[in-house]
Structures are given as structure tokens and as C-alpha cells.
């Protein structure tokens, strides 16, 4: 009987220990799993704040301010004079 008593204490052990492994295990796991996700968070806010400062630097180059005197410069366009302006009659689609 004392040694079915050692057995199942022994049993009882290793149960508990392997849970514990197995606890411990699960944790390590989630932390990695926590890790990858805060890195990937990390790459996709500097990915959004890049989409933002190009979509910033696009509002920029298509303004008036800065269209019209580049096309002064490189295509040497001007405002034209009062006696230059055509209108055309049209119908409007």
C-alpha cells in the first residue's frame, strides 16, 4: 500500500509539473506572439506616416503656387494680356 501511496504522489508530480511546463510554454509563446504584433504595428505607423507626408508632398506639387511658376520657368508660359483672351461659345455637356 506505501508504495501505490509513493506512486500516486509521484504521479501527481509529474502531472503538476507538466502543467506547469505547459503553462510556462503558452506564455513564452504569447509574449513572442505579442512581440511580432507590437513590431508589426511599429512598421505599418512609420508605412502610414510615410503615405502621409507623400500624399502631403503631392497636395504641394499640384497647387497653384507651384504649378504656375514652373511652367513659367521650364515651358515658358505667361499670364496672357485682355486683348488675347478668346471666348468660345459652346454648349455645355
Known amino acids: 500500500m506505501r508504495t501505490y501511496s ?17 503553462v510556462t510554454w503558452r506564455q513564452a509563446r504569447a509574449l513572442e506572439a ?28 499640384e497647387s497653384r503656387g507651384h504649378v504656375v511658376p514652373s511652367a513659367r520657368e521650364r515651358l515658358g508660359m505667361r499670364t496672357p494680356s485682355a486683348g488675347e ?9
Do not use: C, N, Y
Open 6 to 22: 509513493v506512486l500516486l504522489t509521484a504521479l501527481a508530480v509529474v502531472a503538476l509539473l507538466a502543467a506547469l511546463s505547459l
Open 34 to 61: 505579442l512581440r511580432d504584433l507590437d513590431a508589426v504595428q511599429r512598421a505599418l505607423s512609420l508605412v502610414e506616416a510615410e503615405r502621409a507626408e507623400l500624399h502631403r508632398r503631392i497636395q504641394t506639387l
Open 85 to 93: 483672351i478668346i471666348l468660345l461659345e459652346g454648349e455645355v455637356p
